[in-house]
């Protein structure tokens, strides 16, 4: 008897199929954990930054500015709110957002990994066209720069 005849044609239960649910379980290769931990220490950092940035305006003080002199004037503008909320607290509730979804996708959490990476695309799409605006807000309207807000 050759030593392929008992071989089963079948395919194993532990190889992937290509069903999201059966990807979620496995684990990530270790350069998209570094990835998706760089993912949520950013999002911490910019839900950090945000914080300051919303104590400082509740406090109605400027933020430490020393690269850049135009803290004060953008932090001051009518740019600075969304229908009177302070820019920042948006901010934060996105960084938030973006580490729960960072966080979603490093665990494979009820097998919503390519959820969570799809709608973390469009949250950071979203983000940056908005800090895209208010950059631009912030050189030819204020023509003043928030080293904060950039």
């Known amino acids: 008897m050759s030593s ?5 044609r ?9 069903d999201p649910a059966v ?4 684990p990530l290769h270790w350069t998209f954990r570094v990835l998706g931990f760089a993912a949520l220490a950013l999002a911490l950092i910019g839900a ?6 919303l104590v400082v305006h509740i406090q109605g003080q400027s933020p430490v500015c020393r690269i850049a002199h135009g803290c004060a004037t953008v932090q001051k503008s009518e740019y600075s709110k969304i229908m ?12 938030v957002a973006l580490g729960g979804l960072a966080v979603v996708w490093l665990t494979g959490w009820r097998g919503l990994r390519a959820h969570a990476a ?15 605006y208010l950059t631009y807000v ?10 904060w807000c950039i």
Do not use: K, Q
Not at 4 to 8: E, K, L, P, R, T
Not at 84 to 95: D, F, L, N, T
Not at 138 to 147: D, K, M, N, P, Y
């Open 10 to 18: 079948t395919r194993p239960a532990s190889v992937p199929t290509g």
């Open 4 to 8: 392929g005849a008992n071989v089963s």
């Open 48 to 53: 950090g930054i945000s914080a300051y940035l």
């Open 118 to 132: 799809l709608f973390a695309f469009y949250a950071s799409l979203f983000g940056i066209l908005f800090s895209a």
């Open 138 to 147: 912030e050189w030819r309207v204020l023509e003043a720069w928030c080293i």
């Open 23 to 26: 990807a979620d379980r496995l």
């Open 84 to 95: 009177g909320v302070p820019i920042s607290v948006p901010g934060i509730a996105g960084y």
